[in-house]
């Protein structure tokens, strides 16, 4: 299926201005260059006379041809003699009209001027675009034919001029097109933002229909931000009141037999660490907190470390040196959760820093049964879980990537996760290198 021309009300505008100016400018063309050029007046009689003595043509686009004929020349199908021209230039000359013939081009057809019949007329002076003068001598027929050409001189001014306006018009069209999409293209943006109840309100400029949706954006941003707010705050509380019961409830434990007791407060272990994902999440950790240079192969070594001494199967297979800036505590709460995420799911977790065109990536792999393409697209949804059991050995409520995702993009970084070739996951973090 082709592609349909879908332009921007920029491109609308400046294109409509510029079809008009083409019109405009079109129609000035067709009436100015349907008439003779000034400036290339016809020839007089006096000067053609000196013509046929020798002269050179008067100043202009004249370009004359002299030859020798044995005999008068004849009026061809689009030329006419002149008698009267002839006899004048023979007056000019001295000579008997019958040695003097001129030829010139047929006019067109015209209607008869009132009060005169068909055969009269205003008798032509002046000779236009191409005539023939012929003086008969001893030697023959000196014949000068003569030919008007094109004033090209006035044409390039006239087109260069045409182009001058056209351009002169078009840039303001352009800078008025330019001001009134900005706005749009602000609006645009904002909406397309990942976090747009984050954003500040867009600047209302432009003209009035645009200033309009403008504050009506704005206001829905709010609404969606104070709704925001009031589920975050509802969540926070409801969460928070949750730990007091729980903690009542450990201490109640503390009366049963051991067995019981050890399944009892493995529940309620599950529930706090439950409880604490869902409060990180909704409090947005590390939005507020203040960003400083930090080395992030630092950060994933010693994460690596730690794990690996808490007997946890995690390596570092690739490492180099990458300075970033934010937060040490949530980038390493963000690359813990990519950690823990592959050694619950894949048993064993291998991450590789590699640093190229201005960011570090930090990947991922494990050699699970990675997740179904349809599916891999959600793994950031909050309570979400590529595997639904939630079993105590897989627990959690599917907050970890998600808290990793915000972290990330707090830090004006993203996280893409892909299967891999020969069979497992791969997350990747990027963020900015700090320049």
């Known amino acids: 299926?082709?592609?349909?021309?879908?332009?921007?009300?920029?491109?609308?505008?400046?294109?409509?201005?510029?079809?008009?100016?083409?019109?405009?400018?079109?129609?000035?063309?067709?009436?100015?260059?349907?008439?003779?050029?000034?400036?290339?007046?016809?020839?007089?009689?006096?000067?053609?006379a000196?013509?046929?003595?020798?002269?050179?043509?008067?100043?202009?686009?004249?370009?004359?041809?002299?030859?020798?004929?044995?005999?008068?020349?004849?009026?061809?199908?689009?030329?006419e003699i002149d008698p009267r021209g002839a006899a004048r230039i023979a007056a000019l000359l001295m000579l008997p009209p019958a040695d003097v013939r001129l030829l010139r081009e047929r006019p067109p057809m015209r209607m008869p001027e009132p009060g005169l019949l068909p055969s009269q007329g205003q008798e032509r002076m002046e000779l236009h675009r191409a005539f023939l003068l012929a003086w008969r001598t001893t030697d023959g027929w000196s014949v000068v034919q003569a030919?008007?050409?094109?004033?090209?001189?006035?044409?390039?001014i006239t087109l260069s001029l045409?182009?001058?306006?056209?351009?002169?018009?078009?840039?303001?069209?352009?800078?008025?097109?330019?001001?009134?999409?900005?706005?749009?293209?602000?609006?645009?943006?904002?909406?397309?933002?990942?976090?747009?109840?984050?954003?500040?309100?867009?600047?209302?400029?432009?003209?009035?229909?645009?200033?309009?949706?403008?504050?009506?954006?704005?206001?829905?941003?709010?609404?969606?931000?104070?709704?925001?707010?009031?589920?975050?705050?509802?969540?926070?509380a409801i969460a928070h009141d949750l730990r007091t019961p729980m903690t009542r409830l450990s201490f109640r434990l503390e009366a049963l037999p051991d067995g019981p007791r050890m399944k009892a407060q493995a529940d309620v272990q599950e529930m706090r660490a439950m409880v604490t994902d869902m409060l990180d999440f909704m409090r947005g950790q590390g939005d507020g907190a203040a960003r400083v240079r930090i080395?992030?192969?630092?950060?994933?070594e010693t994460l690596a470390d730690d794990?690996?001494?808490?007997?946890?199967?995690?390596?570092?297979?690739?490492?180099?040196?990458?300075?970033?800036?934010?937060?040490?505590?949530?980038?390493?709460?963000?690359?813990?959760?990519?950690?823990?995420?592959?050694?619950r799911y894949?048993?064993?977790?291998?991450?590789?820093?590699?640093?190229?065109?201005?960011?570090?990536?930090?990947?991922?792999?494990?050699?699970?049964?990675?997740?179904?393409?349809?599916?891999?697209?959600?793994?950031?949804?909050?309570?979400?879980?590529?595997?639904?059991?939630?079993n105590r050995e897989t627990g959690g409520v599917g907050l970890g990537l998600s808290i990793a995702r915000s972290i990330a993009e707090s830090h004006g970084g993203r996280l893409d996760f892909a299967n891999r070739a020969g069979g497992g996951l791969r997350a990747s973090l990027a963020v900015p290198l700090d320049r």
């Open 162 to 236: 045409m182009a001058g306006i056209f351009i002169l018009l078009l840039l303001p069209a352009y800078w008025v097109a330019r001001r009134i999409a900005q706005p749009i293209r602000l609006l645009a943006e904002g909406a397309a933002r990942e976090r747009p109840e984050r954003a500040d309100p867009l600047p209302l400029t432009g003209p009035p229909e645009v200033r309009a949706v403008g504050a009506a954006y704005n206001q829905l941003r709010a609404r969606i931000a104070d709704y925001l707010n009031e589920r975050t705050a509802m969540l926070v």
């Open 295 to 300: 080395d992030l192969s630092a950060i994933v």
């Open 346 to 390: 894949g048993g064993a977790a291998r991450i590789s820093l590699t640093v190229a065109a201005g960011q570090v990536s930090v990947a991922v792999e494990d050699d699970g049964p990675g997740v179904p393409e349809a599916t891999i697209e959600r793994l950031c949804e909050p309570f979400y879980r590529g595997e639904a059991s939630r």
């Open 307 to 343: 794990l690996a001494d808490m007997g946890q199967d995690v390596a570092v297979t690739h490492s180099a040196r990458a300075v970033v800036r934010g937060d040490a505590g949530t980038l390493r709460r963000c690359i813990g959760n990519l950690v823990d995420n592959a050694v």
């Open 1 to 48: 299926m082709k592609a349909r021309f879908n332009p921007s009300i920029l491109t609308r505008i400046v294109l409509l201005v510029a079809a008009t100016l083409l019109l405009a400018l079109g129609a000035m063309m067709l009436v100015t260059f349907r008439g003779p050029p000034p400036h290339s007046r016809p020839m007089s009689l006096n000067e053609a």
């Open 50 to 79: 000196e013509l046929l003595r020798g002269g050179a043509p008067p100043a202009g686009t004249w370009s004359v041809t002299r030859y020798l004929s044995d005999r008068a020349p004849d009026a061809e199908q689009a030329q």
């Open 147 to 156: 030919r008007q050409g094109a004033n090209t001189r006035w044409y390039a």
